[in-house]
């Protein structure tokens, strides 16, 4: 797949999650960040998690449940503060052992705009 088809997909798969409606804030404690407090709070991305170490050609995935609770993305502003986050450092840790070299240093700035 070409870099372009995989940035076009990825802006379909954004556009997607923006727009889902399927969780009922009602009925479940999920809540998509593009709809509550205006989306002040959301991001151009999958999701918050991909602004952390995000590329559209790494070689390895990790995919986690979730981010954290709308509370805690709220207190955070949509940031997820490295330091103060002991799953950020274990998944490090983790991921250090599995050959892959991020340190703390590289995690809070190493994502650039996936699509450039």
Known sequence: MSITDKQMAYLALVNQRKNCTMCDPAQCEL???SQALNGRFDTNEIGHWTE???????????????????N???????????????????????LNIAGVDIDESTAKNKHAVLLD
């Open 31 to 33: 809540i998509n960040p």
């Open 52 to 70: 952390w170490q995000g590329s559209l050609d790494a070689k390895m995935m990790v995919v986690g449940q979730d981010w954290g609770d709308f």
């Open 72 to 94: 805690t993305l709220e207190k955070q502003e949509g940031v997820c503060n490295v330091d103060n986050s002991s799953t950020n450092r274990a998944l490090i840790q983790l």
